[in-house]
């Protein structure tokens, strides 16, 4: 829509360079109808526009501040770009605990567990 309106402006709104003079009378009546349903179109699509319309989020603050403004959490934090941490990888207890159930799954593979209480015969 932008790009149509900043065209019709650089060249003109576009023109009817057909040379049917002819059509061009017959079709007079009928443009009547046509621009009052485009004009009925347009306002009951203006209408659902206002009705669907998203309030703002944040309400317009019209004025100037004086002074510093406040100091955000962002910019309290001044973390930067920090990746994706999975929850166990927060909780170092968590962390621990499930690096030792991995590594004692990797111990079984390697060392046969002792047997006792059975009769060697």
């Excluded at 065209?7 to 057909?18: A, K, R, T, V």
């Excluded at 003079?21 to 009951?44: G, H, I, L, N, V």
């Excluded at 989020?57 to 001044?78: D, S």
Aim: avoid cysteine; charge should be positive; charged fraction near 45%.
């Amino acid at each position: 829509q932008r790009g149509l309106d900043m065209m019709d402006e650089m060249l003109g709104p576009p023109s009817d360079e057909d040379g049917d003079e002819e059509d061009a009378d017959e079709d007079q009546p009928d443009d009547d109808f046509y621009t009052a349903a485009k004009r009925r179109s347009e306002k009951k699509k203006a209408e659902r526009h206002e009705a669907y319309a998203v309030a703002p989020k944040f309400p317009r603050f019209e004025g100037t501040v004086e002074g510093e403004r406040a100091v955000g959490y962002q910019i309290m934090k001044n973390r930067g770009l920090v990746p994706h941490q999975k929850k166990a990888n927060k909780n170092p207890r968590v962390r621990k605990r499930e690096q030792y159930r991995k590594a004692v799954i990797r111990r079984k593979g390697a060392v046969r567990d002792i047997r006792t209480g059975e009769a060697v015969t």
